[in-house]
């Protein structure tokens, strides 16, 4: 170092500088690499006009579909098998084969009813056997009707003639088209006809008719009724020979569970009988939709106008919430990619590449 402090300056040859200066300068450089948006992406005018497009057309769409409302699902169909169906046979029916028989008195006393056999079942019924068939009777009828106001007079007034009444009634507004349910009961004899009639007070849409067959169940209830009636009778007999206080009440806590199975039975077939000697025809009417004439229809438009509005900002929210959901799901994901992004540069910037 020494010997470098005492040696004297070289000068350099003429031209040195100039030549290294352009060789510096001749060198190509290395400019980072920006993202760079699209110019037209990059214009807030431009994508404030793409924004209000997409706005408009959804607008239009939603409009259109009010106006033509035959494009879309509909949703005011009546489903099939909306008739109720009837109450289904008594789960307990069969404790009436349960109950003890009387037997022949022993010595020292009476037996009690708790201690002996049951009573002979009943033979279930067969086709072949005269009795008289028991169907229940039901319809499901939808209507398109000029005035909903006389098509339901009118159906009153069907019912009162026939001998039945109307079970049921709802309105229902469905946007500016007023609907109206039904239920018309009346007797048997007079289903067909009055189905006739409910028909032809509109467009029918819509018709299924149904029986159910409940002449075996029916059968069966009787049978078992008069067999717990007549060991009732039996049980009777037995109170007033029985010696004991302890057996007088086990006689009573017997005759009342007889009592009782013999009043749910006779409900059932009561609730039968109604079924049967009154059928039910269920009316769906719907009013047609009234033209204006050729005139203006401005009450109209503005619900359409109203809904279709509503229905887009109701998408707008739905697409919101959609690209909200998308945008977290893809946050570990751009995370992790930035962070290798970073790796990467830092490399390549370590190498000079």
Do not use: C
């Amino acid at each position: 170092m020494a010997l470098l402090h005492t040696a004297e300056p070289v000068r350099a040859p003429e031209g040195f500088r100039a030549q290294v200066r352009a060789r510096i300068e001749a060198q190509p450089r290395r400019v980072p690499r920006t993202l760079h948006l699209p110019r037209w992406m990059g214009s807030w005018r431009t994508a404030g006009a793409a924004l209000a497009v997409v706005l408009i057309v959804l607008f239009t769409v939603n409009l259109l579909r009010e106006q033509f409302p035959g494009v879309a699902l509909r949703r005011d169909r009546v489903p099939q098998g909306s008739v109720p169906a009837p109450l289904p046979p008594a789960a307990s029916v069969d404790r009436a084969a349960r109950a003890p028989e009387l037997s022949a008195p022993q010595a020292g006393g009476y037996p009690l009813p708790g201690r002996v056999g049951a009573p002979p079942i009943p033979a279930p019924y067969s086709p072949g056997e005269p009795a008289l068939r028991r169907v229940i009777r039901t319809a499901s009828v939808t209507l398109e009707v000029g005035d909903l106001d006389e098509t339901a007079s009118r159906l009153t007034r069907i019912a009162e003639v026939a001998g039945g009444f109307i079970a049921d009634s709802s309105y229902a507004q469905t946007g500016s088209t007023p609907e109206g349910t039904f239920v018309l009961r009346v007797p048997a004899p007079r289903f067909a006809d009055v189905l006739s009639q409910v028909e032809s007070l509109g467009h029918v849409q819509q018709r299924r008719i149904s029986g159910q067959d409940v002449t075996e169940e029916y059968v069966d209830l009787r049978s078992r009724i008069r067999n717990l009636e007549r060991y009732e009778q039996r049980l009777l007999a037995l109170v007033d020979r029985a010696a004991k206080v302890s057996d007088l009440l086990e006689i009573e806590q017997e005759l009342a569970r007889v009592r009782g199975e013999i009043e749910m039975l006779t409900g059932r077939a009561r609730y039968l009988d109604r079924q049967v000697d009154l059928a039910m025809i269920q009316v769906s009417a719907r009013e047609q939709t009234k033209q204006s004439g050729g005139l203006w229809d401005f009450s109209g438009t503005l619900t359409k106008i109203q809904t279709a509005f509503v229905e887009t900002i109701r998408q707008l929210l739905r697409a919101a919430e959609a690209a909200v959901v998308a945008l977290s799901a893809l946050v570990p994901v751009l995370a992790l990619a930035g962070i290798i992004w970073l790796v990467v540069r830092r490399v390549r910037l370590a190498r000079g590449v």
